[in-house]
């Protein structure tokens, strides 16, 4: 499979993203740890960018004297190689783990009749 894909500087590293293709989707997992499915937006454009976005409160009382944490910012598009079926797509979080599944949204076949 070739996609595009673009992140934030240190996305990649912090927020890692496997993507897997099969014939008839694919499948991607995404380490979000210390986010809630209410902070995370899934997106489609274009029938086959997906967009993902997440954003988590900091804790800013008092002074920063180490700052190890991931970014409580994440943003990643990746730009699939065909349509993906928008109304088939099933999402989950659990353990900190994003699930999707993204249909390929096959070609249509049309009979033309011969007169």
Do not use: W
Request: with cysteine; hydrophobic share 30%; charged share 30%.
């Amino acid at each position: 499979m070739k996609y595009r894909t673009t992140c934030q500087p240190f996305a990649e590293r912090d927020y890692p993203v496997d993507v897997y293709e099969t014939d008839e989707s694919f499948d991607l997992l995404c380490d979000l740890p210390g986010f809630q499915k209410d902070q995370i937006s899934v997106e489609i454009t274009e029938g086959r960018t997906l967009h993902l976005s997440a954003k988590r409160e900091d804790h800013p009382e008092g002074k920063r004297l180490l700052s190890e944490r991931p970014s409580p910012v994440f943003e990643r598009s990746l730009a699939f190689p065909v349509n993906i079926n928008q109304d088939q797509i099933q999402a989950s979080l659990s353990d900190g783990v994003l699930r999707l599944r993204l249909p390929k949204e096959l070609p249509k076949r049309t009979s033309i009749v011969i007169e």
